[in-house]
Nanobody, 126 residues
Framework: QVQLVESGGGLVQAGGSLRLSCEVS?????????VGWFRQTPGKEREFVAL??????YYSEFVKGRFTISGDNVKNTMYLQMNRLKPEDTGLYYC????????????????????WGQGTQVTVSS
């Protein structure tokens, strides 16, 4: 069973930056994992933010050009660098993981994933 622990959330002014971390640990069963980020606000569904699968990186349209996903294999940690933050980026950010995939895996849908972290809150003030 893989465990995911997020950190790095906080309160920041609009235009500022934060870096979220997702530490991956536990029994991976010999699999390597694609790791991604979703976010959720009250009353809304969890929405896709970014994902790295193999060497491919995917971003939602509302963060493209501002957020960067990257990984440190030595530390088993994935990062989400968030720059030029906006108040609408406020939310609870979740890390998720799935075995590396090819072909038809709907990585945009939260229901495609089984493994989630506990979330880290990001609040952007105007």
């Amino acid at each position: 069973q893989v465990q995911l622990v997020e950190s790095g959330g906080g309160l920041v002014q609009a235009g500022g930056s934060l870096r979220l971390s997702c530490e991956v640990s536990g029994r991976t069963g010999g699999y390597y994992y694609a790791v991604g980020w979703f976010r959720q606000t009250p009353g809304k569904e969890r929405e896709f933010v970014a994902l790295q699968n193999w060497n491919d990186r995917y971003y939602s349209e509302f963060v493209k050009g501002r957020f960067t996903i990257s990984g440190d294999n030595v530390k088993n940690t994935m990062y989400l660098q968030m720059n030029r933050l906006k108040p609408e980026d406020t939310g609870l950010y979740y890390c998720t993981a799935t075995p590396l995939f090819s072909g038809s895996f709907d990585f945009l849908r939260a229901t495609s994933y089984d493994t989630w972290g506990q979330g880290t809150q990001v609040t952007v003030s105007s």
